[in-house]
């Protein structure tokens, strides 16, 4: 079956049909196995065979980056040669145990009321193929260079509340009935966002070169990695933050809000290096009549990803550390911090003053 499975993964296009075919009755036969796949089945309805792929896709499977051109992403599995002597490494009999794990594990942890609707909203309103409510539970540190990220007893089924409110908020802003604009929101979560939150950006040097692969797939040492519920985090932050533009529709800030998935205290949004308040109309404008080589609105990190200051507490790719910037903004912050961007315009702005050119 092993090599089985590594046919079906080694093709141009790849089929989860054909996967979950061969490989979904070892894990419902598996000894680890311990549910009653009747009353399951029954339970998740319709979202049972995504269960399966599910549980497939993250026990089997990973995204890595080709290799050596870092061109783009392409799905693997765990124990590819690729990956030998990797912490993201993992045998084929310890994916199917790890499946069968997940499997056993989802119907005491659906018994909760808040977790049903999180499975069920990740499977409804996802931004991407496989979408779930698994994650990482510990993660290596990073002068650990032997523990494996990917290792029975590791991945599982995780609930926080933030992850609701996420899903409840992207639900809110993408379905016709309660959107104050479907397009745009539809057009701003399937690009800006789901890009600059889930995925690497592009890094061509150092010792974990990435490139559009999930964050919680890349190295657990790469500045770009982040577990899954940092990116639903990330994801919430920049949305709130959007709600917050100037000119946003009242209307559906205050329902989201008297909902509790929008904070109460939701003062106007400003570009972090200039403070100019951001525009919704603007930025709407901008998104859905672009202009060639334009960006007016930038998702960045406070503190590049690449760069070690030291003393700064504020790193890495988390909800603290990115921000919606204007264009002016990020044209102005180029690769330097924050703290050092306001701290260079508090020097040119008392040298203007002291010459008298303002």
């Known amino acids: 079956m092993q090599q089985i499975i590594e046919r079906l993964i080694d093709v141009e296009r790849f089929n989860m049909g054909q996967l979950s075919r061969a490989a979904w009755p070892l894990v419902e036969r598996h000894e680890l196995t311990r549910v009653h796949l009747d009353a399951l089945k029954e339970g998740l309805g319709e979202h049972y065979e995504e269960l399966r792929d599910i549980i497939l896709r993250h ?33 084929f009999d310890e994916c199917l145990a790890i499946a069968a794990e997940l499997l056993t594990e989802l119907g005491p942890w659906l018994e909760t009321e808040n977790h049903r609707e999180l499975f069920s909203l990740s499977c ?47 639900r809110f802003l ?14 701003v979560l399937d690009g800006k966002i789901k890009v600059k939150t889930y995925l690497t950006d592009r890094a061509q040097t150092g010792p974990y070169k990435t490139n559009r692969e999930k964050r919680w797939e890349t190295h657990p040492h790469s500045v770009q990695f982040a577990t899954r519920r940092t990116a639903m985090e990330i994801e919430y932050v920049l949305v709130t933050q959007l709600c917050a533009f100037e ?26 290096v200039t403070q100019e308040p951001m525009s919704f109309p603007v930025f709407r404008d901008a998104l859905l009549n672009p202009q060639h080589g334009k960006s007016s609105f930038q998702v960045g990190h406070l503190n590049p990803l690449k760069l070690d200051e030291p003393g700064n507490d504020v790193f890495g790719h988390t909800a603290d550390n990115i921000s919606w910037i204007s264009e002016d903004g990020n044209r102005i912050q180029g690769s330097l911090s924050l703290t050092t961007v306001r701290q260079l315009l508090r020097k040119i702005a008392a040298n203007y003053e002291e010459l008298h050119l303002v």
């Open 59 to 91: 026990a089997f499977l990973i995204e890595l980056v080709k290799v050596p051109k870092i061109e783009s992403t392409k799905f693997r599995v765990r124990w590819y040669e690729q990956l030998a002597g990797d912490q993201r490494e993992c045998s």
């Open 124 to 170: 409804d309103e996802k931004l991407f193929a496989y979408e779930a409510p698994l994650d990482y539970r510990e993660v290596p540190a990073k002068d650990d260079h032997s523990t494996r990220i990917h290792r029975l007893g590791n991945l599982g089924w995780i609930y926080d509340e933030l992850m609701l409110r996420t899903l409840k908020l992207r």
């Open 174 to 187: 993408c379905e016709p009935e309660t959107s104050p604009d479907v397009e745009f929101f539809k057009a």
């Open 247 to 272: 000119g946003f529709p009242p209307a559906a800030r205050e329902t989201l809000q008297r909902e509790g998935i929008l904070p109460a205290d939701l003062k106007t949004f400003r570009c972090p």
